[in-house]
């Protein structure tokens, strides 16, 4: 039986004459046995063009998808047949008076996307309305109004859609909205609810930063329960801050609202990815309540005037420090028109001696320099060893427990408005919202690790 290059989507060599062989379409409902006597059942999916010719793809009644080898297949049996279209129909918002109202701002990732069956990868495509689509709970919380700023991966986010971004919540706010959320890929949320938190201050209202780490097709993904979390801590929730709303647990027990100064990405894959760094979560949200977890936020009040101060420019970097590093690379940033260096220090901010000579180089010329520490937790405190009290003669200034990334968002915030290089480094050290904290929770810093005595007690008498 000979198919049609429609019928047999991407596959090509091999893969594509066993198909044809079979008889079997893409699309097609199959039964397939193979060397080891297993059964597979599901649906055979367009073949990615990227990848190689060797196998067929199957998505299975469980929802995951497999790749089959076709030496090994033994036997393929086609017992039905359906075209599958990987949209969601977008649907309108209902509106109730009783209800409060909440703005989504679309900008793409893993929460508004679908899979890209030709290339075999997740792609920025759902629409807002799409969303509301597969998520109808929504219209329960509050009356949505939807903007699809961008349609982008979290990677590719940068000066000019965070200015977009920041003056757009500027707008909404001004028309009196009760909230907002932004819909945004996981990579980079932590930079982006960081300088959202420098360009828009002051805020009457929630701004919540959601996104999700698996895939609306996937029977895991936590897509649609962090968006009802967002949205509900948009609408009712009393914290007036950019803050970002993502599982906390594995589990779908509750969500968590991580202020967006001391949020980052710990995890590849987990749904629990996001921490709260240097301190503890703002609160833990779930379908029908809100447990606040500290006294010390920016409460919600509708008297209160937004300021927006979308100004960034991005003459800055992090260098990472490790052992070797070269002071070549300093001066290259310099050579290049780098205005100002974050750097992630060793212990309590320490880089290697050779660097000396060019970091002063540098500062001499006026390029900001400032540190901050690997470990994440902890301060910055250059005056306990000499190589430290070094670094703070030649001009290099700690950021105390200001995260990496957050200096570097707070950075080109800062150059947007000044190059002066007093006036940068003391707006550097001048905390905005809790980016620098004068200590740290005893009960913040927790790490299973698994078999510790202390940790298996723990979690053996608590962890359900």
Known sequence: MSRSNDELKGYRGLSRSKLTEWGIRVWSDVQVLNDAGSMFEGVVLPRSETLDDLHIVIKMRNGYNIGIHVDRVRSIKEVGYKEAVYKIPEKDFPRSPELPNVTLLGTGGTIASRLDYRTGAVIPAFTPGELYGAVPELADICNLQTKKLFGVFSENMASREYIILAKTIGDEIATGVDGI???????????????????????????VVVGSQRSSDRPSSDAALNLIHAVRAAAFGNIAEVQICMFGPTSDRYGLLHRGTRCRKMHSSYRSAFRTIGDIPLCIVNRDSFTYLTEDYLPRDSQRQVVTDPLYDDRATILYYYPGMSPDLVDALVEKGYRGIVIAGTGLGHVNKPLYPALERAIKLGVHVVMTVQ??????????????????????????????????????????????????????????????????PHNGYLILQGGLPETEEFTKSHWK
């Open 181 to 207: 959320v932004i819909g945004h890929g996981t990579d980079t949320m932590g930079h982006t609810a960081a300088i959202l938190n420098f360009m828009v201050q002051n805020s009457p209202v929630p701004i």
């Open 375 to 440: 470990t994440l937790w902890g301060y910055a405190q250059m005056y306990v060893y000499d190589t430290g009290r070094d670094l703070l003669d030649i001009g290099v200034v700690p950021l105390d427990n200001m995260l990496p990334e957050t200096a570097l968002m707070k950075l080109c915030w800062v150059l947007g408005h000044t190059d002066e290089h007093d006036e940068v480094l003391r707006l550097m050290r001048h905390p905005v919202n809790h980016e620098i904290t004068e200590r740290e």
